[in-house]
């Protein structure tokens, strides 16, 4: 197996619209997906999962699918030769479950097989033994049931330790006087259904043992090492034993920050001592992944008679799912972004985050400011109306600013331009009306033709959000990257950074070039193998990060040259963002300088359309401004806004994952619906560039914002053309006409 | 069994499983990984191709139903080493993101213009909505579309 | 698994007769889902799409034949539009180009679906089913061949030859209600067909398609007789409640389509 090649295009400096340097491969269809990669000798591996949401595990017997043909390898929880258990913040996941599963779709044995019709078979020849259990399927009452983790992993981590069963994490952020009152107060209760990432390529990847014990692993991933540091020691490998590098990724969105296939196929490939391909159908990749978190929010606005908001209290209930993830870090982000960009004096903010047997939830773009966003921009224009003010004047009126201090304490010294996007987008000229009659594809419905201009209204709404940048709360979070100069002018850059789509690819190359006034550069593959962590492609850090420890590597390499006089110049450096602390885990308050590095912010007018007789809808335009820093490659931004506003549509209009005590009844792309071509505006996009002080080159991350705020905004226009609360996302049918 | 089918224009033969979809003969035995599988269901399009010229997802024809027939790919677009205009059209207007959608775009936008060199708004959406996009949003794909009909 | 290629239709009845068990494959649209989702693996697949015989559409006077093998792209081009408006604009609802282009009125009546968009245009256009086996032909109205969610009258070694529609002069639409603009499922869908009485059939709407008639005095209470007819369940697509209401503005707005 050879590495996966890294596409190399001739290609331009910071702030130039440069092509994609993957752009050719990927539109002749060369570029080598994780499930395009094949080798000699190669198996299928297949995962054998629940069907249940909850049962104790009596028995697993393998002897009906070993001997099927074509199959190499029956493996159970007993074949896991190091630790039985995973996870990125708590190891409470089991690699194969044993004793109990705890969500449908939890991984029980793996197979492989020649032919993937053979694996399957096989699997299905396993017999285990399920004694069902009652599901806890109620977050709200998850607090007072048996726990799901006895052993409780979650306790002891510097976090708040609730005493209460099945809390995966408690916190409350209390902030000047929480029982201030204001003159006007305004109410909600708004709730979030589960989203999911839904990238089209679905997890996938192949593992080769080395023949020495170690194993490569070729995957579609976020984070090459973080994978690594999970997979070794579930191996009982040292960690140089187990490589990890990039295959082509099909859009990761969060959804590729947990483990999927790589430890089962590293297991399998082991095991049969032969190179094992897994790749996970649509329906497995719904339930073989996590979720953005579900959420009820309660929320309270207290505010003066003339607009300016005195106390907000906030209580955010997220179901994590069977297992950890992310939640304590989705559960602290919706602590932090609950009152959305707007200055409070007081404030109580209570954010739990439980474990039950509905789908795990973790990482998605947005992380727990989506959920904030719904409901603080819900309050904000509820808080508008029942004062009689200008929506958008009462957000200015309120608006953070830099000098502003947050409800952690944290006080904003970089840059945050909230009136700024605010004035920008709400400038935004809305287009007129469109005539009738119309193709039924530019009314509500669509290509079903339900309406021709019969029961259809139009509304335009307003929203605005804000989100962190980079890794928070103490975490030490890094990039590495390494550069090497030739005796013939020519360099090359290791950088883990894991492209995904997002074109980071492309960053690096432009800080190189820029940095080493040259353009002879490559950009070597992602691999564990020769460079150190770059941390994740996520939390939009990753364009802020990789540039800084591209920077400073072909800096220090160019110093190194100068000293040696010439000749080869291998240098690896790694750039940290100025720290952050964490937070007191009794009053929630920043414990140093600053819980975020930084922050950016985005505000967004949407036109819709409702038929509100059949309660369908057509958004038909959005206009954003967005704070996004240095624009690097301003056609990968605009791109990034772009896709970003369309998962915020689908979350706003249609996606949801739906569950019948913990089991997902839709799990295909005929029943989660994604927007399709007809589902999207066109959208404006306003870019604000103004430089982050803290970061290189005064980079922002963009790919966050634009999905944080879109759910809020495009419910906002709803909501003014139907008249209606519209509480819940996705926005059904029912809920427009009233049923 | 054994199936005989064109691909791209030449000749080629693969022993295939009963039920194995043409998507899967093109990608694991035939050497034409270009078509993706992201759902195995219709409902995306990454695995969009020409059968006889016609615009199929591969992954609903069954492979032996290829046999004898016309096969064309996001593989066989470029001619002598060029790209296909629509090729050309997603790289400059920045249409690629993850690009695991993009082949069947490709493919589905290359059949869209040959029978209208000219689509309006409304018919570049229709025309596009049997293939998701989960990156972009769309609108830098109907930018590559008009660019690539210009 | 065994894949049977017929050349003509009559070899294809003979191979039917001798493999009951072989499952029809026609567009593949459904078929290969099943397949690909591991969630049938039937033992032998009958391919029909080197069978000329089931392909094209004819007309003759007032009455329109349409082959198994009609794809909905075929059934959308103009000649056959401007006889059978109701199924063009059904076939426009249908999944994506890709869908339509592959996808078959044989295919969607084999399915048997309580779903299936090209039912509710055939109801109201009096479709009658040709259904052939070695032993004969057959013909069995469409409201007679569709008996349960996904069941039908086929005998085992029978195939669908096509369908025979009305094609006189009337004024007809179809409307189709999903969670998003394209590429979906109905949740409920509607065809309406006005001549001398007012005939309507609904999709998603019960465990099958169902047509209702009645005269062209009735139409004030229509929609309610029509939105009463169905029996909709709640399912991951929407609500019963919401079927019947939806039910109901459909049929009202597919009046003033059809009479003014
Ligand atoms: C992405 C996607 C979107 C879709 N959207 C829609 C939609 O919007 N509306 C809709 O109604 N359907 C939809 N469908 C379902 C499907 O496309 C239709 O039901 C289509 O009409 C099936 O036709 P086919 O030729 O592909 O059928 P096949 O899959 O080939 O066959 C379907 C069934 O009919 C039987 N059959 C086929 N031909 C014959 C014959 N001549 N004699 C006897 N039995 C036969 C088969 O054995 C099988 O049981 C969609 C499917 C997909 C994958
Ligand atoms: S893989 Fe064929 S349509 Fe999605
Ligand atoms: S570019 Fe990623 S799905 Fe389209």
Redesign the interface.
């Known amino acids: 197996m050879s590495e996966t090649a890294v596409p190399q295009l001739e290609l331009g400096r910071i702030g130039e ?1 440069v ?2 340097v ?3 491969p ?8 994780s ?2 990669l ?1 080798a000699a000798g190669m198996l299928w591996g297949h995962t054998l999962r629940s069907p249940h949401a909850h049962a104790r595990i009596a028995g697993i017997d393998v002897s009906g699918a070993v001997g099927m043909p074509g199959v190499h390898a029956v493996l159970t929880h007993e074949d896991v030769p190091g630790a039985k258990r995973y996870g990125l913040e708590f190891q409470d996941q089991p690699v194969l479950a044993y004793d109990r599963v705890r969500y449908f779709g939890e991984p029980v044995a793996l197979v492989a097989a020649e ?1 993937p ?1 053979q694996a399957r078979r096989a699997t299905e020849r396993i017999r285990v033994q399920y004694e069902p259990l009652e599901p806890i399927v109620d977050p709200e009452r998850a607090t007072e049931q048996d726990p799901l983790h006895p052993d409780r992993p979650t306790m002891g981590h510097g976090y708040r330790d609730d005493p209460r069963p099945n809390v995966v994490r408690s916190l409350v952020i209390r902030h000047g006087d929480p029982d201030a009152e204001g003159e006007v107060s305004v109410s909600g209760v708004y709730d979030l259904g589960i989203q999911d ?6 997890e996938s990847g192949l593992a080769v043992p080395d023949g020495e014990g170690g194993v490569d692993v070729y995957v579609a991933t976020q984070w090459l090492h973080v994978d690594r540091d999970q997979v070794a020691p579930c191996l009982n490998l040292r960690s140089e034993q187990v490589r990890i590098h990039l295959a ?6 969060g959804g590729r920050e947990d483990l999927s296939m790589q430890l089962h196929g590293a297991l399998l490939a082991l095991h049969t001592n032969r190179p094992v391909k897994i ?1 996970y ?2 329906e497995e990749s719904f339930v073989g992944h996590i979720h953005r978190h579900p959420a009820r929010i309660w929320a309270e606005h207290r505010a003066t008679r003339d607009g300016k908001l005195v106390n907000v209290r906030v209580r955010i209930l997220l179901d994590g799912g069977a297992y950890a993830s992310s939640s304590s870090a989705v559960t602290s982000n919706a602590a932090s972004f609950a009152c959305g960009p707007y200055a409070v004096d007081n404030a109580l903010i209570e954010s739990t985050c439980v474990y039950t047997n509905n789908p795990p939830c973790g990482a998605m773009r947005g992380f727990g400011a989506v959920q904030a966003c719904f409901a603080h921009e819900a309050q904000m224009d509820k808080l508008a109306e029942a004062l009689d003010i200008d929506p958008v004047e009462l957000r200015l009126l309120n608006a953070l600013a830099p000098g502003s201090t947050l409800p952690t304490g944290q006080q904003i010294t970089g840059s945050l331009p909230v009136a700024e996007v605010i004035r920008r987008a709400a400038e935004l000229p809305l287009p007129e009306p469109e005539k009738l009659p119309r ?1 039924p ?2 009314l509500p419905g669509g ?1 079903g033709n339900t309406t021709r201009g019969e029961g259809v209204k139009r509304g335009v709404g307003f929203a605005v959000g804000f989100k962190n940048i980079g890794y928070s709360e103490g975490f030490d979070d890094y990039t590495a990257a390494r550069v090497r100069l030739h005796a013939d002018g020519s360099a090359d850059v290791h950088c883990a950074a894991a492209e ?4 980071v690819a492309n960053v690096i190359l432009q800080v190189a070039r820029t940095e080493l006034g040259s353009d002879d550069v490559t950009l070597a593959p992602h691999t564990t193998s020769t460079v150190e962590s770059a941390g994740s492609a996520s939390a939009s850090r990753m364009t802020w990060m990789a540039s800084g420890a591209v920077r400073d590597a072909c800096r220090a390499a160019l110093e190194e040259r100068e000293r040696t006089g010439g000749g080869e110049v291998d240098v690896e450096r790694v750039y940290r963002h100025p720290r952050t602390t964490p937070l007191d885990p009794e009053t929630g308050q920043v414990t140093g300088e600053r819980v975020h590095v930084a922050y950016a912010c985005a505000a967004m007018r949407v036109v819709a359309e409702v038929d509100v007789e059949l309660g369908l809808t057509r958004v038909v335009w959005i206009g954003t401004a967005q704070d996004v820093g240095k624009a690097v490659n301003p ?2 931004v ?2 990034q ?7 915020g549509l689908g979350l706003a209009l249609m996606e949801e994952i739906q569950t019948r005590d913990g089991l997902i009844t839709n799990a ?3 029943d989660y619906l ?5 589902d ?1 505006p ?2 404006v996009s306003e870019l604000i560039e103004e430089a982050e002080p803290d970061a290189p080159y005064g980079i922002k991350g963009v790919g966050e914002p634009p999905t944080v705020v879109s759910t809020a905004a495009i419910v906002a226009a709803l909501r003014a053309a139907t008249g209606r609360e519209l509480t819940r996302v996705p926005v059904k049918p029912d809920d427009i006409v009233g049923l | ?1 054994r199936i005989e089918l064109h691909v791209n224009g030449e000749a080629c033969e693969a022993d295939v ?3 194995e ?1 043409l998507l899967f003969a093109l ?2 035995r035939l050497g ?15 695995c ?1 191709v020409l059968l006889d010229g ?4 591969s ?4 492979a ?2 290829a ?1 004898g027939h016309e096969v064309v ?3 066989g ?2 001619e002598d080493g060029r ?1 296909h205009r ?3 059209a ?3 207007a ?1 249409a ?8 069947g775009l ?1 493919v ?1 936008t290359a059949d869209l213009l040959e029978h209208n060199s000219d689509p309006t708004d ?1 018919e ?19 930018d590559a579309v008009r660019l690539a009909g210009a | ?3 049977l ?1 017929p050349r003509s239709l009559e070899e294809a009845l003979r191979l039917k007769a001798e493999r009951p068990e072989a499952v029809p ?1 026609q ?3 459904d ?3 099943e ?3 591991d969630r049938a ?1 039937p033992v032998a ?1 009958l ?1 029909l ?1 080197e069978v000329a015989e089931l392909r094209g559409w004819s007309r003759q006077d007032d009455r329109v034949w349409l082959g198994g093998a009609l794809s909905y ?1 075929e059934a959308m081009e103009p000649t056959l539009a401007a006889a059978l408006p109701a199924l063009a604009e059904a076939s426009r609802t249908v ?5 339509r ?2 996808g078959t009125i044989g295919g969607n009546l084999g399915t048997s679906s309580p779903a299936g968009d090209a039912l509710p245009p055939l109801l109201v256009c009096g479709a009658e089913v040709k259904l052939a086996s070695v032993r004969g032909e057959r013909t069995v109205a469409l409201s007679d061949f569709l008996v349960g969610p996904k069941r039908n009258v086929l005998a085992e070694d029978e195939l669908i030859l096509g369908v025979s529609v009305d094609a006189g002069v009337s004024r007809q639409t179809f409307m189709k209600v999903g969670p998003r603009n ?2 979906v499922i109905a949740v409920v869908s509607l065809a309406l067909r006005v001549d001398g009485e007012l005939r309507a059939a609904f999709g998603s709407a019960g465990p099958v398609p169902m047509l209702v008639r009645s005269d062209l005095d009735q139409i004030g209470s229509f929609p309610q007789r029509v939105a009463e007819a169905a029996s909709p369940i709640d399912d991951v697509r929407g609500t019963a409640s919401y079927r019947r209401h939806a039910l109901r503005i459909l049929t009202k707005r597919a009046l003033d389509r059809c009479l003014w």
């Open positions: 619209i092509p994609r993957d752009g050719i990927k539109v002749t269809g060369e570029f080598a997906y499930s395009d094949q032919h019709e990432q839904a990238f089209l390529g679905p082509g990724v099909g859009g990761a969105f790749v159908s649509r193709d594809l530019r290509s995904v789509g997002q074109g056609q990968a605009t791109g806004i772009e896709g970003g506003t369309a998962q295909s792309f005929t994604i927007p399709t071509t007809l999207m066109p959208v | 069994m499983w009963e039920g979809s990608r694991e034409f990984p270009g078509s993706k599988n992201a759902c195995e269901q219709g409902e995306c399009g990454s969009s016609r615009l199929v997802c992954c609903l024809v069954l032996a139903q046999e790919t996001v593989e677009l470029a790209l629509v090729q050309e997603f790289v400059a920045g690629v993101q993850c690009g695991f959608c993009t082949p490709v589905a409304d570049i959406r229709e025309a596009l909505s049997g293939n998701l996009c989960r990156c972009t949003g769309y609108a830098k794909i109907f | 698994m065994d894949v290629t494959i567009g593949g649209t078929v290969m889902v397949l690909n989702f693996r697949l391919n799409n792209a999944g994506g180009p890709q869908i282009n592959r394209a590429m």
